[in-house]
């Protein structure tokens, strides 16, 4: 489709086309009812090779580069530098921004099969890479989060459970 055109005007019509997807992406995480973002669902889940998200500390060294990547923090968002509240329903909900925030850039680099179907392969490949690049480093630090935020709401639960039994057998905390 955009094989015939110049470099520059192919580069243009893809740079809208992708504008236009990454807008269209967007809205849908706005108004896809949150139980589509569920934590527990297989998308979402650890893969083995993630190794409990070691492995983005670990390899990826993500605390040296993730705070330097811009964020998206909507009107009632979620801000990753800090946590406003330890309540569990504060962490469900923060963990499933974090499953919005990987499927809004998961989505976005699907783009590139629209990429590779319209264009020359030089151009899609240039363009997909660009594309990849500008989704990846988000859709690992929603990983990331998420992990050390289900393991942050392990502990809070587990606290809470033994604040209650003590308080059940009589035990003041």
């Not at 499927?103 to 976005?108: G, L, V, Y």
């Not at 660009?130 to 587990?158: A, E, W």
């Not at 459970?161 to 003041?172: A, D, L, N, P, Y």
């Amino acid at each position: 489709m955009l094989r015939n055109l110049s470099l520059d005007d192919a580069i243009l019509t893809n740079i809208i086309l992708a504008a236009i997807w990454h807008f269209f992406t967007y809205m849908l995480c706005i108004y896809i009812d949150t139980g589509f973002f569920d934590s527990s669902k297989k998308f979402y889940q650890a893969r083995k090779w993630e190794n409990d998200g070691k492995i983005y500390n670990d390899v990826l060294k993500i605390n040296r580069w993730k705070d330097l990547l811009p964020q998206y923090v909507g009107k009632n968002g979620f801000s990753k530098s800090h946590l406003t509240d330890l309540s569990v329903d504060y962490l469900d909900e923060f963990i499933m921004e974090t499953c919005r925030g990987e499927w809004n850039h998961s989505m976005n680099c699907l783009f590139a099969v629209v990429l590779f179907a319209m264009n020359n392969i030089f151009t899609a490949f240039i363009l997909s890479v660009l594309l990849f690049i500008g989704n990846l480093p988000f859709v690992i630090i929603q990983r990331y989060n998420r992990f050390r935020l289900q393991k942050l709401r392990k502990i809070i639960i587990r606290k809470s459970e033994k604040s209650q039994k003590r308080e059940i057998s009589g035990v003041t905390v």
